[in-house]
T-cell receptor, first 113, second 115 residues
Framework: GQSLEQPSEVTAVEGAIVQINCTYQ??????LSWYQQHDGGAPTFLSY????GLEETGRFSSFLSRSDSYGYLLLQELQMKDSASYFC??????????????FGQGTTLQVKP | EAGVTQFPSHSVIEKGQTVTLRCDPI?????LYWYRRVMGKEIKFLLH????????ESGMPNNRFLAERTGGTYSTLKVQPAELEDSGVYFC?????????????FGPGTRLTVL
């Protein structure tokens, strides 16, 4: 089976950098995704790592290391609007082309002034 | 372009009643997914449609849940009869292509409370 572990809560101040870790146990997967969800809203896609290494998109970066069964989301220059829940998710293999996602329990990020 | 929409946004029903949730995907998206999040736990996959066909329904909890996607457009998820443990937020998502590298667009969810 597959399981992903994330910290339940993280607190940081505006302007700081925060890293949200995701460790996983899975028999195989295609890649690691990150989604953001503001309170009561729709989860929205942030990033996808199909290969090991760092992917950067503006203030957000995501990293994957398959050998360490580990990934993280890095948020820089934190803003108040970054307060949200962040989910890591894997696309398990083999699942063909279903696009099925297995999610972690989510990390609630609170940004303080 | 309109996003994924879900109806209703909230539903409160008694145990044993029936509820039908609706999802309208982004126009042109052949792939439609249902997920559920229970009490702050992880978001769990329920099933995946490609057009009107069920591609993967491995996450459906039991036969009280019935999903349909007639005509390959909108989808419904019926729970009959509802049990207390069915409470949670039901999300629908759609994508143009299937596969792990394709972004899924989520709707805002339907919050279901079974009393």
């Amino acid at each position: 089976g597959q399981s992903l572990e994330q910290p339940s809560e993280v607190t940081a101040v505006e302007g700081a950098i925060v890293q949200i870790n995701c460790t996983y146990q899975t028999s195989g997967f295609y890649g690691l995704s990150w989604y953001q969800q503001h309170d009561g809203g729709a989860p929205t896609f942030l990033s996808y790592n199909g290969l090991d290494g760092l992917e950067e998109t503006g203030r957000f970066s995501s990293f994957l290391s398959r050998s360490d069964s580990y990934g993280y989301l890095l948020l820089q220059e934190l803003q108040m609007k970054d307060s949200a829940s962040y989910f890591c998710a894997v696309s398990p293999a083999p699942s063909g082309n279903t696009g099925k996602l297995i999610f972690g329990q989510g990390t609630t990020l609170q940004v303080k002034p | 372009e309109a996003g994924v929409t879900q109806f209703p946004s909230h539903s409160v029903i008694e145990k044993g009643q029936t509820v039908t949730l609706r999802c309208d995907p982004i126009s042109g998206h052949d792939n439609l997914y249902w997920y559920r999040r229970v009490m702050g736990k992880e978001i769990k996959f329920l099933l995946h449609f490609v057009k009107e066909s069920k591609q993967d329904e491995s996450g459906m909890p039991n036969n009280r849940f019935l999903a349909e996607r007639t005509g390959g457009t909108y989808s419904t998820l019926k729970v009959q009869p509802a049990e207390l443990e069915d409470s949670g937020v039901y999300f629908c998502a759609s994508s143009q292509l299937a596969g792990p590298y394709n972004e899924q667009f989520f709707g805002p969810g339907t919050r279901l409370t079974v009393l």
